[in-house]
């Protein structure tokens, strides 16, 4: 079978197209794809793609209504239209890829899969918000979490470098670090617990979001501030986090650059950001009973050896020790555990399209045995 698994983003499209086995034989990115009714690359790439089986679609936001793949119809799309206002910047880019594909292979069956879904297990313990309970029924408010798909990858194939004998049963916090950054404490292969919640605004320190504040100081930068509320949801998404810190890009390279280079602002952003990422992965910790694997994914997780060390150093006390070579040269999966280490740490290279692949082919064989 071969799947065309497709990801939209801010102002791209990705498409690629895998076997069975995971194997992918041939991808790009359609920058600056202006939408839905934008078709001329979409079937540019696909004349030449060869026969497409199954299409896989990542989509950010399902709502509750979503805990696995779900078969793309207009009930699906109307949905998604309808929760748009959960994940503004990526369920209307989701549906124009949806709608853009359907026109160019309008016969061939296509799946949306979830980044939220994975996340569906959380008990209601971590999902709950303490706010008044007829405020959380009406507007269907909780703790969502994203990067499912992510998490969902990594945890298995770090069972598998692992090489630990309990496998999916294995006490794992996954770190996905890149532009957005969230943990996922996992047990059993579901996930127990996450950093982000309602929105991808909560949690960690990213690269211009800010992670968690307290809703006292934004209330205050309302009412006393003067702040426009349209001026803090700027700032807090796209001003803040190491950008707002730094002074620079937010980029984690730059910042290191500008720490190398005595830069105090950059040193600042660099330690906020290793603090809360130590203070969020001890609580994803006691979220599932200890840790047995830790696994580093994304941009920053794969290729800032230095956040690694960091993490291990002030991590020591839960078993977390790195051999330091291994830690320096890791480049694709690797174990960079110290051989003597009570916890397992490996680099994961994130695959979203692996996962979304997997959901396709094992969603539409289940289909098939059930017909």
Known sequence: MRVLVVNTGSSSLKLSVLTRDGRVETAATIERWEGHGHL????????????????GHRVVHGGPRYSEPARVDRELIDYLDSIRDLAPLHNPRAIAGIRAVAEVLPQTPALACFDTAFHTTLPAEAHTYALPREWNARWQLRRYGFHGLS??????????????????????????????ASLAAVRDGVSRDTTMGF?????????????????GLL??????????????????????????????????????????????????????????????????????????????????????????????????????????????AASEDADISAADAAVRTVVVT??????????????LSTARRGS
């Open 40 to 55: 001329d690359p979409v079937e540019r790439f696909l004349s030449d793609a060869g026969r497409i089986d199954a299409v």
């Open 151 to 180: 998490h969902a990858y990594a945890t298995r194939r770090a069972g598998e470098l692992a090489g630990l004998p309990d496998g999916p049963s294995a006490r794992t916090v996954s770190c996905h670090l890149g532009a957005g």
């Open 199 to 215: 929105t991808p605004l909560a949690g960690l320190v990213m690269v211009t979001r800010s992670g968690d504040v307290d809703p």
């Open 219 to 328: 209330m205050w930068l309302l009412q006393h501030g003067g702040v426009p509320v349209d001026e803090l949801n700027d700032a807090l998404e796209k001003r803040s986090g190491l950008k707002g810190l730094s002074g620079t890009s937010g980029d984690l390279r730059d910042v290191l650059a500008g720490r190398a280079a005595g830069d105090p602002d950059c040193a600042l952003a660099f330690d906020v950001f290793v603090h809360q990422l130590c203070r969020e992965i001890a609580a994803m910790t006691a979220a599932v009973g200890g840790l047995d694997v830790l696994v580093m994914t994304g941009g920053v997780g794969e290729h800032a050896p230095l956040v690694r060390e960091r993490v291990a150093d002030r991590l020591a006390y839960l078993g977390v020790r790195l051999d330091a070579g291994r830690n320096e």
């Open 350 to 363: 994130a695959r979203e399209d692996l996962e979304i692949a997997r959901q396709v082919v094992d969603h």
